[in-house]
């Protein structure tokens, strides 16, 4: 039998102990024969009874005759060899039963080599995807070159992209279980590789940032390493049945096929049953339901439309609650929705970067990689597409304020949101744009007193906007708010610029209410006057709530959840219904 991982070790007199014959080494013998089960164990019984019961002469060795009398006429032999042989029995069947996983583990752990895949693999997002909208975030024209390459193949689109825009590996979604695999693969002393169809300039930056990989592959320019071309470049690595392969998707399943191992990762149970019907091992890490139509809803931001309802402003104003005119404001409402969640989806899109760098936004569908980037590329133009189909039946006039309003999101999305100041008079402008939305769409004609009021309360509304964020980038310790024109320093200006337009929006309310059209339109005008008290406080009390960094982004979206806030939009209501029955 081998001793020793394979060196033998006969036994050997010795007189190491007084009157023993040979020095049995029992132990040695029995973790060497563990498999050969219990009769090996009784045998190795027997001679730890002999070693312990042998026969002794002081420091003589007895003939052989005896020491076979001087051990069985012992009357403590029996007691002794039969405890020995059961305690070694029940090791025997321990190490047999409950340690054949760990060793058929470690086994493979060092024979095999653990292959793992990157896109919606290793990381929760698609690097061609990542690059692409890095790329045009950095330079909307980056769009021409990257055409360009793809008709040379999706291997030189990949390597365009990354040199247009290359994505900073710490900013990306990781898959925690699957590196807790790979931690604990490497751990047992195996061996690891990260190979991927991404560009191997890409995948050897992700490498070098985890610290988790031997060896690296992926594209090259030339070769678009994936599916069958993958496995291939794997057996020629490796040899067949030489790895075990961590993947994803459906262009995996040639790998899989060749592996010894298959390790899924949140795959749908029709592709975890192919993958089982092909190879003998297979393990599935993560949940088969990722939740993607939960995540696309919010990707959408339904919670943001409450800001379309501004289109209902011009119907409200007027008094016409005919059922035509709220039916034409109704489609505006959507039809401002469905773009609005374009321009949404494309913003985020654009902001990967900065939004993984904030607090809250990097919970995000997006940023968080809880929803495919493909998706979102999807997405923003059938969005769009159905948005301008329905604007295109309010008539042209409606159409033409919707295609500005696209490309006011559009030109504030790529270049616009990083200007000083001009950013927050963007969104002022978008807010009003709603309410002239809604004015075209009914046919209602708009007062330039209400157009006066929403530029201003809206300029308050998005400085305090941009407030929230710098007083969150203070409390970090950043100097300046990721993707913006804005330092920390500058918070003091901002809040000021907050609460002197919402001020102003309050004079303007003021004034508008001793016109003749108010008289016309309310029989007493004096509980109007109560609109702008309460317009004062929310003002005054949103721009301090912000000032201690209770704000959420979104002043707007705060409102919708504030009590008070909700409380405020109530006596605005009554009072504005006391002015009319009066």
Known sequence: MNIDGGRHRPLQPSASRAGTIFAFDADRIMACGMGHGPGLALFVGFLRVFERDGPRAGSKLLPRDHISLRIFNNPDFGRHLLTNSLILIFNSFWREIFMDDAREFRVAAEDLILVVDLDRTLIRTDMLFETFWSAISRRWLNLFPAISALSQGRAALKQQLDALGPVDPASLPYNEDVIAYVEDWRRRGGRTALVSASDRRVVERIAAHLGLFDEVYGSDGQENLKGDRKAQRLIELYGPGRFAYVGDSEADVAVWN???????????????????????????????????????????????????????????????????????????????????????????????????AHPRKCKRPFASGRLPLSWGTVMTPALMAAGFGIAAVLGPAFLAVMGFYFAMTTAYSLVLKRKLVVDVCTLAGLYTLRIIAGGVATGIPLSVWLLAFSVFFFFSLAAVKRQAELVSGAAEGKDQA??????????????????????????????YLNTDAVRKLYSETAPLWGICLVLLFWISRTVMITHRGWMQDDPVVFAAKDRVSLVCVLLIFVLAMVGAVL
């Open 258 to 356: 060749v592996a010894a191992k298959a390790i899924t990762v949140n795959v749908p149970a029709s592709l975890a049953d192919r993958v089982e019907s092909g190879n003998a091992q297979v393990e599935h890490l993560g949940s088969a339901d990722q939740g993607y139509g939960v995540a696309a809803m919010k990707a959408l931001r339904p919670h943001q439309w409450l800001k379309n309802a501004l289109i209902f402003l011009p119907l409200l104003a007027a008094h016409q609650f005919d059922l035509w005119t709220f039916g034409q404001a109704a489609l505006a409402f959507i039809s401002y929705s469905l773009i609005a969640s374009s321009v949404y989806l494309f913003n985020d899109l654009l902001d990967l970067a900065s939004d993984r």
């Open 482 to 511: 990721h993707g913006r024109g804005y330092r920390t320093t500058d918070t003091p200006i901002v809040a000021n610029m907050a609460v002197s337009s919402g001020y102003i929006s309050v004079l303007v309310m003021a004034l």
